[in-house]
Nanobody, 120 residues
Framework: QVQLVESGGGLVQAGGSLRLSCAAS????????MGWYRQAPGKQRELVAA???????NYADSVKGRFTISRDNAKNTVYLQMNSLKPEDTAVYFC??????????????WGLGTLVTVSS
């Protein structure tokens, strides 16, 4: 079994910064892409940023230049540094990973989410 645990959410004023972390644990053989999604009230879940095992990244247009995704492969951890936060960034942020477990079975794993609230 593989789990993702997010941390780092909270309340911040517009213009402020937060750093989210997501650690994968369990019977892991390897991890492919890792990413962050978000879901605001009444809206669909959307991709925020993703990073491959080789370090290639992609971002939603709405966060380019403000958010930075990174990962530490040795720690099976992905980070999301969020700067210049706006009220429209308010959402529950979910971590996602494509994982090969110890039996080399491919799993798409989601975290439970962490709430980010940006006040104006």
């Amino acid at each position: 079994q593989v789990q993702l645990v997010e941390s780092g959410g909270g309340l911040v004023q517009a213009g402020g910064s937060l750093r989210l972390s997501c650690a994968a644990s369990g019977s892991i053989f390897s991890i492919n892409a890792m990413g962050w999604y978000r879901q605001a009230p009444g809206k669909q879940r959307e991709l925020v940023a993703a990073v491959t095992s080789g370090g290639s990244t992609n971002y939603a247009d709405s966060v380019k230049g403000r958010f930075t995704i990174s990962r530490d492969n040795a720690k099976n951890t992905v980070y999301l540094q969020m700067n210049s936060l706006k009220p429209e960034d308010t959402a529950v942020y979910f971590c996602n990973a494509g994982v090969f477990d110890s039996t080399v079975r491919y799993l798409e794993v989601w975290g439970l989410g962490t709430l980010v609230t940006v006040s104006s």
